[in-house]
């Protein structure tokens, strides 16, 4: 779910991006020459251009995500009921073993009354065939049973056996039913969320408290592709807590590269002991940018998004111009951190961009 939540945050914030850039686009151009717009089709275009140029430095990118314990787990029952008692509340340390909720299921109590009952007839039944065996063993040998009743004796102790080792196991089952409403705490840690109340009927398996163990905390992150070549394991990392910067650093102990393309990556940053830490807050990472050979950056008002979600750039050609596709990284200010087939120095068209087209004719201004 957090790897979700993450992956939907930087979604949201590459479309908005791209809104912005494509807003500052169309309305940038100065009067005079998107007058030119006007012209023939094949009339050369009054453009005002700028250079792409490069950033030595920026500052890292903020992430954030919840803050999990390295174990932890959803707790459930594994019958259903009502339940009874809730014994714990969120924020309670508890150990190993020690009681949470109590469930009431009426059918099982009276459940494991009759596995019990039935375990205990088939018991007796199977004593006493045992001694008919024993007994019907010495008169054959002595040739005063048949071959008949013999194999017929000893198919009935057989036969009740079988029967014995079934209920043993009904009765195990429904004694383990009848534990299960009582849910205990599988190790020791502390309860992060309460999802249920008392008197709620709960079904099984469905999720009932959250206990996060009392093992190291962790962040867990979704990171571009294009971010990944910055990264790697023991790698320290900045925290935020409301956008500041804490004395503290995190190292990211996990890089999970993501199987469909466009996926975000999973990066787990492995956070120090320190009280100001907890399962459950909201924290922030920074990490590096992007490799340097990819800082390319361009006025905001040369990018152009033609609405299906692919933003472009006009680069000038001698008297033409080419429609170059690029990738918003970030934005600075009044320029765009962008990659794509670009170096720095290119041209690219700043004002004119009004129905302007790849391969056009265009006449530069100052």
Same mark, same amino acid.
């Given at each position: 779910?957090?790897?979700?939540?993450?992956?939907?945050?930087?979604?949201?914030?590459?479309?908005?991006?791209?809104?912005?850039?494509?807003?500052?686009?169309?309305?940038?151009?100065?009067? &005079?020459?998107?007058?030119? &717009?006007?012209?023939?089709?094949?009339?050369?275009?009054?453009? #005002?251009?700028?250079? =792409?140029?490069?950033?030595?430095?920026?500052?890292?990118?903020?992430?954030?995500?919840?803050?999990?314990?390295?174990?932890?787990?959803?707790?459930?029952?594994?019958?259903?009921?009502?339940?009874?008692?809730?014994?714990?509340?969120?924020?309670?340390? =508890?150990?190993? !073993?020690?009681?949470?909720?109590?469930?009431?299921?009426?059918?099982? %109590? *009276?459940?494991?009354?009759?596995? =019990?009952?039935?375990?205990?007839?088939?018991?007796?039944?199977?004593?006493?065939?045992?001694?008919?065996?024993?007994?019907?063993?010495?008169?054959?040998?002595? !040739?005063?049973?048949?071959?008949?009743?013999?194999?017929?004796?000893?198919?009935?102790?057989?036969?009740?056996?079988?029967?014995?080792?079934?209920?043993?196991?009904?009765?195990?089952?429904?004694?383990?039913?009848?534990?299960?409403?009582?849910?205990? %705490?599988?190790? %020791?840690?502390?309860?992060?969320?309460?999802?249920?109340?008392?008197?709620?009927?709960?079904? *099984?398996?469905?999720?009932?408290?959250?206990?996060?163990?009392?093992?190291?905390?962790?962040?867990?992150?979704?990171?571009? &592709?294009?971010?990944?070549?910055?990264?790697?394991?023991?790698?320290?990392?900045?925290?935020?807590?409301? !956008?500041?910067?804490?004395?503290?650093?995190?190292?990211?102990?996990?890089? %999970?590269?993501?199987?469909? *393309?466009?996926?975000?990556? #999973? =990066?787990?940053?492995?956070?120090?002991?320190?009280? #100001?830490?907890?399962?459950?807050?909201?924290?922030?990472?920074?990490?590096?940018?992007?490799?340097?050979?990819?800082?390319?950056?361009?006025?905001?008002?040369?990018?152009?998004?033609?609405?299906?979600?692919?933003?472009?750039?006009?680069?000038?050609?001698?008297?033409?111009?080419?429609?170059?596709?690029?990738?918003?990284?970030?934005?600075?200010?009044?320029?765009?951190?962008?990659?794509?087939?670009?170096?720095?120095?290119?041209?690219?068209?700043?004002? !004119?961009?009004?129905?302007?087209?790849?391969?056009?004719?265009?006449?530069?201004?100052?």
């Amino acid at each position: 779910m957090m790897f979700i939540k993450t992956q939907k945050r930087v979604a949201v914030a590459l479309l908005s991006m791209v809104a912005v850039v494509s807003v500052a686009a169309c309305g940038g151009s100065d009067e &005079a020459v998107d007058a030119s &717009a006007n012209e023939a089709p094949n009339a050369s275009r009054y453009v #005002r251009v700028a250079p =792409v140029e490069t950033i030595s430095s920026v500052a890292p990118l903020p992430f954030s995500g919840t803050v999990t314990a390295s174990s932890g787990a959803d707790l459930a029952f594994q019958t259903s009921g009502r339940v009874a008692r809730r014994v714990v509340e969120v924020g309670q340390r =508890v150990q190993a !073993g020690e009681l949470l909720l109590v469930l009431d299921n009426p059918q099982l %109590a *009276p459940a494991l009354e009759s596995a =019990v009952a039935r375990e205990q007839e088939l018991q007796t039944r199977y004593d006493q065939a045992q001694r008919d065996q024993r007994r019907v063993d010495g008169l054959f040998a002595s !040739g005063a049973a048949t071959r008949e009743e013999h194999e017929q004796v000893e198919a009935n102790a057989q036969a009740l056996k079988a029967a014995l080792s079934l209920a043993r196991a009904e009765r195990a089952r429904a004694q383990a039913l009848l534990d299960e409403t009582r849910l205990k %705490a599988p190790f %020791a840690g502390e309860i992060t969320a309460v999802m249920v109340d008392e008197g709620q009927i709960v079904a *099984p398996g469905q999720s009932v408290l959250a206990l996060s163990g009392e093992s190291h905390l962790e962040l867990e992150i979704g990171v571009l &592709a294009r971010m990944l070549p910055v990264l790697e394991l023991g790698q320290n990392v900045t925290l935020l807590q409301f !956008g500041e910067a804490l004395d503290v650093h995190g190292e990211i102990s996990r890089i %999970a590269t993501a199987s469909l *393309p466009g996926a975000l990556n #999973r =990066v787990v940053v492995r956070l120090p002991q320190d009280a #100001r830490l907890h399962a459950g807050m909201t924290l922030g990472v920074a990490l590096p940018s992007t490799p340097q050979q990819t800082l390319l950056s361009v006025p905001m008002r040369a990018v152009v998004d033609i609405g299906l979600g692919a933003p472009r750039v006009f680069q000038l050609r001698e008297d033409t111009v080419e429609a170059r596709a690029v990738q918003l990284v970030r934005i600075l200010g009044e320029r765009v951190l962008v990659s794509g087939e670009l170096a720095a120095g290119d041209l690219v068209v700043i004002a !004119g961009l009004s129905g302007l087209q790849h391969g056009q004719r265009v006449e530069r201004v100052k």
